[in-house]
């Protein structure tokens, strides 16, 4: 096999990798998330203003479907009974390209925003599916290294303690 050949068949997968996506460069609708200030949103603390711009559609109805997250084995939540729900399910007006909600979003995650968009004139524009990614708020991420460090060093010390003594009492 040929370089040439190799470098097709990988960018062939990327390709379809990405031709996947349920949010892609061309897509018709933005959603643009963010807090009271202006920044990133924090679960469970801030209440996000989620704007939903459409390219084509000055005016009209969309019906909004959000879901949250699905449970992951290796890193379950601070609140598990909502892993994995219908969240949202609401129309909002469209006005000058634009339909706005607020919400607090419970915690981490991927959710899915599946959007079905009616034009002023009463007809369907079509489905659309956004992700909405929300992160892990930075002071419980640098709270839980703190305590994975002081958990670390008391082990380290009290093996240290124990082994000592062992080391007097079992001497060769």
């Known amino acids: 096999m040929t370089k040439v050949t190799f470098l097709g068949i990988i960018a062939i997968i990327f390709a379809l990798m990405f031709s996947n996506s349920p949010v892609t460069a061309g897509e018709s609708i ?3 998330v963010q807090n009271e200030q202006g920044g990133d949103v924090r679960p469970d603390l801030d209440t996000a203003e989620v704007e ?39 129309t909002l007006p469209i006005e000058n390209g634009k339909a ?9 995650g991927d959710y899915h925003l599946k959007v079905d968009v009616v034009d002023g004139e009463g007809k369907a524009a079509g489905t659309h ?11 419980e991420v640098k ?13 380290f010390v009290v093996g240290y303690v ?8 079992h001497a060769v």
């Open 30 to 32: 933005i959603a643009n």
């Open 52 to 90: 939903l711009m459409f390219a084509n559609i000055q005016n009209g109805t969309a019906h909004i479907f959000l879901r949250s997250p699905e449970r992951k084995f290796f890193s379950p939540t601070d609140f598990p009974i909502v892993e994995g729900t219908d969240l949202i399910d609401a």
């Open 100 to 108: 706005t909600f607020q919400y607090m979003f419970p915690i981490r």
């Open 129 to 139: 599916e956004l992700v909405i990614t929300i992160n892990e708020n930075p002071e």
């Open 143 to 155: 709270n839980a290294v703190i305590f994975i460090a002081i958990l670390v060093a008391f082990g």
């Open 162 to 169: 124990l082994s000592r003594g062992r080391k007097r009492v």
